[in-house]
């Protein structure tokens, strides 16, 4: 459905799908070679941890800019890859353009308009970048050699959000840009996922690793912000010593607390994790 006055390519992979995906996909790229470029798997890599889309979307990208459409999501704005091309193209200092989305929560069926801007300056992009919902993000294709570097890093690397490394990244290094428009559905679906972990153990392991990652690119990315490392200092103490010594439940119960009588709490429960 996407209208543009310049070319694009669809880059899809299809990671070894068991129901009528990859025949969908052929008969596309039948259609449209010159548009459509597969990517086929004979077995899942997903599930043997590769990182999909730094082994095996990235090398394929020929763009000048890249935008992600991953399969539990989609686009409901024909004009949304023009527009943000034309924000990039008038302005050099932006690396990523993002939008507002409709956040369709499949579980209870209930749709919501998200407008998430994520401005300020140079350190609020970075504080801020993780909160991008990756439907409505368009950025710069450059950036791809930063970030690959950046994710060499052994620890960076067990991060379990790959689009928080990519956005934090470009963030740190150049300008984001919010289209007040909403272009992209952000579905919410049954069944496991890293941001939504239901298994108390799993969620608490998560939230421990989060605190090693950003501490790792705040180094990598030469982000110089005494407090905001103190406070990731922090956070990493607290929930290592004090879970593994008191167990999950009463580990929320004290963090809630501190958090609404002593203010040790780093973010809003809204705006981290």
Not at 66 to 87: F, N, R, S, T
Not at 164 to 183: G, K, M
Request: charged share 25%; hydrophobic share 35%.
């Amino acid at each position: 459905m996407q209208k543009t006055t310049f070319p694009v390519e669809l880059i899809i992979h299809d990671d070894a799908s068991t129901d009528s995906t990859t025949d969908i996909i052929r008969d596309y790229e039948s259609k449209y070679p010159h548009i459509i470029k597969p990517i086929y798997q004979e077995e899942n890599q997903y599930s043997k941890g590769i990182k999909i889309g730094v082994k095996y979307i990235h090398p394929q990208i020929k763009g000048k800019y890249y935008a992600i459409c991953e399969g539990d999501d989609y686009w409901i704005d024909p004009l949304k890859l023009q527009k943000q091309v034309d924000i990039l193209e008038g302005n050099d200092e932006v690396g990523i353009v993002h939008t507002g989305f409709i956040k369709y929560d499949m579980i209870n069926n209930v749709k919501t308009e998200q407008r998430v801007k994520v401005i300020g300056e140079p350190l609020d992009y970075y504080l801020n970048s993780w909160r991008l919902k990756t439907a409505t993000v368009m950025f710069r294709t450059k950036f791809l050699d930063l970030v690959a570097n950046v994710s060499q890093n052994p620890i960076i690397s067990k991060s379990p959000y790959g689009d928080r490394v990519v956005y934090t990244t470009i963030a740190a290094n150049s300008q984001i840009y919010y289209l007040d428009e909403i272009t992209a559905v952000y579905r919410i679906y049954p069944g496991p996922s890293a941001s939504r972990q239901k298994n108390p153990k799993k969620k608490y392991e998560i939230k421990y690793l989060m605190t090693k990652v950003d501490y790792q690119l705040m180094k990598e990315l030469n982000i110089n912000n005494y407090n905001y490392r103190l406070k990731i200092l922090y956070r990493r103490v607290f929930y290592k010593l004090v879970y593994e010594a008191l167990g999950y439940q009463v580990f929320m119960r004290l963090f809630k607390y501190l958090y609404h009588t002593v203010g040790l709490g780093v973010y809003k429960k809204s705006e981290y994790y």
